[in-house]
């Protein structure tokens, strides 16, 4: 027995590195919850994964071995339920420490927890709370982890769009629903502040008679002399400050 337990460590060790026990145990103290996996689910990997670290080589089994270096022994179970309290988030910690002293079992820890999950369900990032307090998609050990959405999915075409009102009485109709019309009532009426889109192609001044052409040109011209006006003003009074500058510089010199 002795003699295979020798080559599956060392089957290992071309796998692992010589310290993937000490690896694991750190790596343990890493892992937090998420809000889509219920507190059951999530505990039982986290045991599973905490039982591996008697499976993996160590330091212990490399050539770094001296007489003082000891294998690595897994968390006791009051530990180990100490590293759970610590992955979830501090708002169920907080609430856990209210009515709980520190977890003396993994079964203890799960209980307590399970209550808390149900009376302060967690947010998601959207903002909604976690299947509105139910456990998450993840309900047992054998439940498969979520998987994102594949690059086909996420590159799917949107549904078309359709606007009824603007079909009926004139508009773009591809662009928005019926629901979200921002020109058409449902009698066909214009709603009020609506402005329509700037059409680029027709030239300004189109749909507009002779005389009111005629009037705004004056008026441009109006504005056009008071602004060449204005020009010469103040080309005046630099000029003017020129000279007298210059004047005062010549009684100085003399």
Known sequence: MQAWKDCFMLMLKTVF??????????????????PKISVRAFLQRFTTVAGYVVELPSVIHSRDATDTTKA???YEDSEL?????????????????????????????????????????????????????????MSSL??????????????????????????????????????????????????????GRVDMDTPPGTGKSYSQLFAETEKLKAKSKKLKKALKKSARKKRKYADSDSDTSDSDSE
């Open 142 to 195: 054998n439940d498969k982890i979520p998987k994102k959405k594949s690059h086909a999915a996420k590159h799917e075409k949107p549904a078309a769009k359709s606007c009824a009102l603007c079909k009926k009485f004139g508009g773009a109709s591809a662009t928005h629903n019926t629901n979200d019309c921002k020109k058409w009532d449902s009698k066909g009426n214009l709603k009020k502040g609506f402005k």
């Open 81 to 137: 339920a100490n590293i759970m309290k610590h992955a979830f988030s501090l708002k169920w910690q907080t609430q856990y420490d209210l009515g709980h002293k520190a977890p003396p079992t993994v079964e203890y820890l799960q209980n307590a927890m399970e209550k808390i999950e149900v009376a302060f369900p967690l947010q998601n990032a959207n903002g909604s709370s976690k299947n509105g307090g139910k456990p998450g998609k």
């Open 17 to 34: 590195p010589n310290n993937a026990a000490e690896m694991q145990k750190f790596y343990l103290t890493l892992i937090r919850h998420s």
């Open 72 to 74: 690595v022994a897994p």
